[in-house]
């Protein structure tokens, strides 16, 4: 059974004026759907893998085949990373983390705008393309990492509750070569809530 494209959660412009309309639509209907289409591609004949989730897929991609495996790294996890992405964002968001999140932030990095600007460094510093994220390790503990390209912390064991993508096209219309400006705005951005969702889940 083919991956579908998730849909949004909210609408293009629901993100403004932190991340605009245009780059939401482009970078949805057309980046996201076009790894989609080759994730798809890339599985075709595949049927041992036909039964198993998308993050089942790249937490096992090491052990894929050969013929299939970069390919299923770049577009599986291009399919994977992006749909955290949508989740994790949403409107009149931001702040300050409560919960569970907030609780486990302060413990693994003493404060949150200690947590803040690791993630800010991990991202600003990530050379080209790819991904900062705040992930569990084996061990149940937060941690900060960064990732080139579509590689994704689940295929080394790691549960990532919170990305942000960091490839020009998630930017570029808006910031240009501003990597820094969309990375401060995005933190207004964050749901929270859906975070500490994702990091309960992950702990259960």
């Not at 495996?69 to 994977?80: E, F, H, K, M, S």
């Amino acid at each position: 059974m083919a991956f579908e494209l998730p849909a949004l959660p909210y609408a293009y412009d629901a993100l403004e004026p932190h991340i605009d309309a245009r780059t939401m639509e482009f970078h949805h209907d057309k980046h996201h759907q076009t790894y989609t289409n080759n994730f798809n591609k890339a599985l075709e004949g595949q049927t041992a893998l036909a039964k198993m989730t998308a993050t089942d897929i790249i937490k096992k991609v090491t052990t894929l085949p050969d013929s299939i495996r970069q390919a299923v790294i770049n577009n599986g996890g291009g399919y994977v990373n992006h749909t955290l992405f949508w989740e994790i964002m949403g409107p009149n968001c931001g702040g300050m983390p409560r919960g569970t999140i907030g609780d486990m932030i302060n413990t693994a990095f003493g404060t949150f705008d200690a947590f803040k600007e690791k993630f800010t460094t991990a991202a600003t510093t990530r050379f080209g393309s790819g991904w900062a994220w705040l992930a569990l390790n084996r061990n149940g503990k937060l941690e900060v990492m960064s990732t080139g390209n579509q590689d994704s912390p689940l295929s080394q064991g790691y549960t990532p509750i919170l990305t942000l993508d960091v490839w020009e096209h998630a930017y570029y219309l808006k910031y240009q070569n501003r990597r820094p400006d969309y990375i401060a705005a995005w933190w207004n951005t964050i749901n929270w809530r859906r975070v500490d969702e994702l990091l309960k889940a992950a702990k259960s």
